[in-house]
């Protein structure tokens, strides 16, 4: 039986509200109103033609690029290659607990500033400073094939360096989807230095085929890896070996 909405409002408006006792009911009104009456101890009207209120996505990190760039609020400057970068300590502190310690913690040293960063460029503390603001790599598109590859390997050291784990597994993932013949030995040392497992088995396994392994060899990049690393070269070879009988 279908009740019209006028004669569920009269009804509710002279016997009241059911009491949470009584059972979960439910009373559909006419379809051509698209408005269904229930109650649950409150009671309440919904209809599907009502309009909804969308909620935009979170722009949080919008925010916290623009507080970047506008530098406003800035109480800390670092001296990078002969630059001054200025940023924001508790951003810093939250982002990184190397920066924690050095800011906030026993570590920091009152009366030092500018801050001098020693072994970074200044674009790759630019960069190691947007991740931390924004969670998201800058623009590289304007950077050729090998000087990205690069930015991206000085931006993993930066990374091991201030423990932003996140930013070292988004720079071995880029790294990983671009080994090729030139860089694969490359790679491998500086996974091998930094403590990339995964990358650094992803170079083994890529340097696993024959073909792939006879090319590599005479790369410059295997040259220095057999000179620096030998150990790693080893292993190099003991899990190619294993990967070939497999």
């Excluded at 906030?104 to 072994?119: A, L």
């Amino acid at each position: 039986m279908i009740v019209p909405i006028a004669v569920l409002l009269t009804l509710l408006r002279k016997t009241g509200v059911p009491s949470k006792r009584h059972l979960f009911f439910r009373m559909i009104a006419s379809p051509w109103n698209g408005l269904s009456l229930s109650s649950n101890g409150q009671g309440y009207l919904k209809s599907n033609l009502f309009p909804k209120i969308e909620v935009p996505p979170s722009d949080i990190t919008l925010h916290f690029a623009k507080l970047s760039e506008e530098k406003e609020g800035v109480d800390i400057t670092f001296r990078v290659g002969g630059q001054n970068i200025g940023a924001h300590k508790m951003v810093l502190a939250i982002r990184s607990p190397v920066f924690k310690a050095e800011l906030c913690g026993p570590m920091r040293e009152e009366g030092t500033e500018p801050i001098v960063v020693k072994d970074v460029q200044p674009d790759v503390f630019r960069a190691l400073l947007h991740f931390i603001y924004t969670d998201s790599l800058p623009p590289l598109d304007d950077l050729g094939e090998d000087d990205h590859s690069e930015m991206i390997r000085h931006l993993l050291v930066a990374a091991d360096r201030y423990a932003a784990e996140r930013l070292k597994l988004m720079c071995q993932s880029i790294l990983c989807e671009n080994l090729s013949v030139q860089t694969v030995a490359t790679t491998l040392a500086l996974a091998d230095q930094h403590h990339c497992d995964m990358l650094k088995d992803a170079c083994i396994e890529f340097m696993a085929c024959s073909s792939v392994m006879d090319a590599a060899e005479a790369t410059q990049g295997y040259k220095n890896l057999k000179r620096a690393c030998p150990s790693v070269v080893v292993e190099a070879l003991e899990k190619t070996s294993r990967f070939r009988k497999g």
